[in-house]
Nanobody, 131 residues
């Protein structure tokens, strides 16, 4: 069974930075698609970014491009989301999700549609950006 645990959320002022971590277990990290999503109260879930651990390929939503960076440490089975120049509209619960069964398809789907059907999800971590 795959377990994902997010950490690193918190309260930050606008313009500040946070780094989220997604620690995975029960999954081989050689070739996995890890997505980051967020959901604000009253809003639909939004795909934020995705990384394929096999080659480090990445995808970013237009709303975070240039401000957020995702990376992976395969030795630690961990993916990071470095968030900079944070805005109040970035306030949301952030989730990571993994697909180790069809990572190529999931990664390509994220690129095409900004969303994909991931196999496993974490419990989420709250990010609050104050004005």
């Amino acid at each position: 069974e795959v377990f994902l645990v997010e950490s690193g959320g918190g309260l930050v002022q606008a313009g500040g930075s946070l780094r989220l971590s997604c620690a995975a277990s029960g999954i081989t990290f050689d070739d996995v698609a890890i997505g980051w999503f967020r959901q604000a109260p009253g809003k639909e879930r939004e795909g934020v970014s995705c990384i394929r651990t096999r080659d480090g390929g990445t995808y970013y939503a237009d709303s975070v491009k240039g401000r957020f960076t995702t990376s992976s440490d395969n030795a630690k089975n961990t993916v990071y989301l470095q968030m900079s120049s944070l805005k109040p509209e970035d306030t949301a619960v952030y989730f990571c999700a993994a697909d180790g069964v069809h990572p190529g398809i999931t990664f390509a789907t994220m690129i095409s549609f900004g969303d994909a059907d991931f196999d496993s999800w974490g419990q989420g971590t709250q990010v609050t950006v104050s004005a």
